[in-house]
């Protein structure tokens, strides 16, 4: 799996996270929209079926928790992959919030 190579690449505020396999045509996407004061909602993920099997997908979700980390965002999970892989992993709560935890929040 040495062979994926993930980058970050800024689009305005939004985020895009790119993974490219060495000697593969194409690329897997993880996309994060920016809703201000570091926070991102983490739109869609996608791989190419030709690139599938490969465990692209969750390593882009866990690359964009690295980043989130060392880069001091919040992430609100809308893409249905993202969601599963944040119930697999509780410990990711400090980067993953819910909407409703993010709205309560801003109340207090």
């Known amino acids: 799996m040495d062979a994926v190579k993930i980058h970050r690449e800024m689009q305005g505020d939004d985020i895009r996270l790119v993974a490219k396999v060495a000697g593969v045509e194409g690329e897997g996407e993880l996309t994060l929209k920016s ?3 570091g926070l991102y909602i983490a739109d869609h993920t996608g791989v190419p079926d030709y690139m599938g099997g490969q465990g692209i997908g969750s390593r882009l979700v866990e690359f964009m928790i690295e980043n989130a980390r060392e880069n001091g965002y919040k992430v609100i ?24 935890s993010r709205k309560a929040a801003s109340q207090e």
């Open 35 to 37: 809703q201000g004061s």
């Open 77 to 100: 999970p809308q893409c249905p992959f993202i969601a599963q892989k944040w119930n697999d992993h509780p410990e990711w709560s400090d980067v993953i919030v819910s909407r409703d």
